[in-house]
């Protein structure tokens, strides 16, 4: 695999910033979007977080997605992290997408997002995640390949994750225990208010997973 160019931002700025949640740009991925005539434009969008299986969670809704209604094409996924090759976070049909669509898309994210890097503050602690090129590529490689919905799995959290900026008609929680403590905040109530942060004004359907009295509680005060 090529230089992991999509870092280049993150591995400048991220030294630099405080290790909270809130450190975290989307916006940044919403103007690479915008850059790149915004891929995600039209798709049918469902975005998944939780503390506990939501990558297997993303899995299952795409090709339960699919199989429902065949008639609407493809589903694409985009999921992490990879284990083997970063190509595996971007599926379809359940397969990574290939080799040679990963360099052409990457070949047309790539100075757009370099360009973009101009203009933000790495010396004061911002920068652009790796997600926001990488969920690029998925939605270039998606469009392309006629798939006209999707399925996001958040990297952490939510609120301030980059697959939260896609316009998404779905938001899915799975289980919620406390995680990422130093990110979130304390406790359990600052966790799900960062999962309950996918549930954006294009939502029309919320789906949770089963939760314990607690999670459920906290979900609540957050909702």
Known sequence: MEEEWWFHSYNRGKPLAKDVEEARRPEWAARLLEALGHPEAGMRVAVVTGSKGKGTTAFLLARLWERLDPD???????????????RERIRLRGNPIPH???SRFSAVVRPVYTSLL????????????????????????????G?????????????????NVVPHEAAVITALFPEHLDAFGPTLEH???????????????????????EGLRALGRAA
């Open 191 to 213: 966790v799900v208010r960062h999962k309950w942060g996918i549930v954006t004004r294009d939502v029309r359907d919320v789906f949770v997973g089963a939760l314990d009295a």
């Open 118 to 145: 101009s203009e933000v503050r790495h010396e004061a602690g911002e920068y652009i995640g790796p997600l926001a090129p990488l969920l690029a590529v998925a939605f270039l490689f998606f469009r392309a390949s």
């Open 100 to 102: 040679e669509a990963f």
């Open 72 to 86: 609407g094409g493809p589903v694409g996924l985009s999921v992490g992290p990879h284990l083997h090759d970063v």
């Open 147 to 163: 798939a006209r919905r999707a399925v996001l799995e958040v990297g952490r959290g939510g609120l301030y994750d980059e697959v």
